[in-house]
């Protein structure tokens, strides 16, 4: 079968409904929140809309508006730039990132029973290979993701589930993280919450080991998805393109998942 073969085969899958997309996008609001940020570090800019015209004497035809955000508001993605682990890779920023990587299959790991229970819960590497025991072997180059169900479950009033100790939110611990980089070199991992990392995980040795690690061997994150339980464990297909933003240490992005029907 040719290539335009297999692509005529999608398309028609797509419409005709044997191939279902499923949004796994937030939507960008002024009451999305962003991940909170302790003086004296400077905090990211949530989501602001102002009208330019609206078919009224600025533009009586048109309706369009300026916006103001950060790189990193709503559901994103994470260059590897965005960390000092990763600041002179090559090709480390969402304008120069290989545009292949944009579209990847995906492993879901269902965490959302253990999450329901601890919001905190973090993700091992027996979790991992538990999960590899059932569905397979992670293979090199997909998404991983953690599904925590977390927009069903967390506060809209706290929504990185912050205590005095700090947020508690679900990610993988270290081990985890070596495990996805080092021994089934993926591509990157996505969660549902406001971070890649756990809550907790500047605990850890080395903290924030999403970023340090994966971000430092040239990965990427996603975070703040949803609808995650509308995926398979395997067989969807991500697309998952972020703006092209010059020297861009990440970018708002729509997130689709290709499901089989």
Same mark, same amino acid.
């Given at each position: 079968?040719?290539?335009?073969?297999?692509?005529?085969?999608?398309?028609?899958?797509?419409?005709?409904?044997?191939?279902?997309?499923?949004?796994?996008?937030?939507?960008?609001?002024?009451?999305?929140?962003?991940?909170?940020?302790?003086?004296?570090?400077?905090q990211g800019r949530q989501f602001t809309s102002e009208v330019i015209s609206q078919y009224d004497d600025a533009g009586p035809r048109w309706y369009w508006n300026n916006i103001s955000l950060s790189e990193h508001t709503g559901t994103h993605l994470d260059a590897p730039i965005h960390w000092v682990t990763g600041k002179d890779l090559p090709n480390n920023s969402?304008?120069?990132?290989?545009?292949?990587?944009?579209?990847?299959?995906? =492993?879901?790991?269902?965490?959302?029973?253990?999450? @329901? &229970?601890?919001?905190?819960?973090i993700l091992t590497r027996k979790h991992i290979e538990d999960w590899e025991d059932t569905h397979g072997e992670i293979e090199a180059g997909s998404w991983v993701f953690l599904r925590s169900d977390w927009r069903k479950i967390a506060d809209p009033k706290n929504w990185t589930n912050r205590k005095a100790d700090g947020s508690h939110s679900p990610g993988p611990d270290v081990g985890a993280v070596e495990f996805l980089v080092f021994e089934r070199d993926v591509l990157g991992f996505g969660t549902e919450t406001v971070g890649s990392d756990a809550g907790q995980s500047f605990l850890?040795?080395?903290?924030?080991?999403?970023?340090e690690i994966l971000n430092g061997r040239g990965k990427l994150g996603l975070q =703040?998805?949803?609808?995650?339980?509308?995926?398979? @464990? &395997?067989?969807?297909?991500?697309?998952?393109?972020?703006?092209?933003?010059?020297?861009?240490s990440g970018s708002p992005l729509r997130v689709l998942a290709m499901v089989p029907s």
């Amino acid at each position: 079968m040719s290539s335009i073969q297999m692509l005529d085969l999608l398309a028609a899958a797509i419409k005709q409904g044997g191939v279902e997309i499923v949004d796994l996008t937030e939507t960008l609001s002024p009451e999305f929140p962003v991940i909170e940020m302790l003086p004296p570090m400077k905090q990211g800019r949530q989501f602001t809309s102002e009208v330019i015209s609206q078919y009224d004497d600025a533009g009586p035809r048109w309706y369009w508006n300026n916006i103001s955000l950060s790189e990193h508001t709503g559901t994103h993605l994470d260059a590897p730039i965005h960390w000092v682990t990763g600041k002179d890779l090559p090709n480390n920023s969402v304008d120069t990132i290989a545009v292949e990587q944009f579209i990847a299959p995906a =492993c879901v790991i269902d965490c959302s029973d253990e999450v @329901a &229970k601890d919001k905190g819960f973090i993700l091992t590497r027996k979790h991992i290979e538990d999960w590899e025991d059932t569905h397979g072997e992670i293979e090199a180059g997909s998404w991983v993701f953690l599904r925590s169900d977390w927009r069903k479950i967390a506060d809209p009033k706290n929504w990185t589930n912050r205590k005095a100790d700090g947020s508690h939110s679900p990610g993988p611990d270290v081990g985890a993280v070596e495990f996805l980089v080092f021994e089934r070199d993926v591509l990157g991992f996505g969660t549902e919450t406001v971070g890649s990392d756990a809550g907790q995980s500047f605990l850890f040795e080395p903290p924030y080991p999403v970023h340090e690690i994966l971000n430092g061997r040239g990965k990427l994150g996603l975070q =703040c998805m949803t609808r995650l339980d509308r995926v398979p @464990a &395997k067989g969807a297909l991500i697309i998952a393109a972020p703006l092209k933003i010059q020297n861009g240490s990440g970018s708002p992005l729509r997130v689709l998942a290709m499901v089989p029907s």
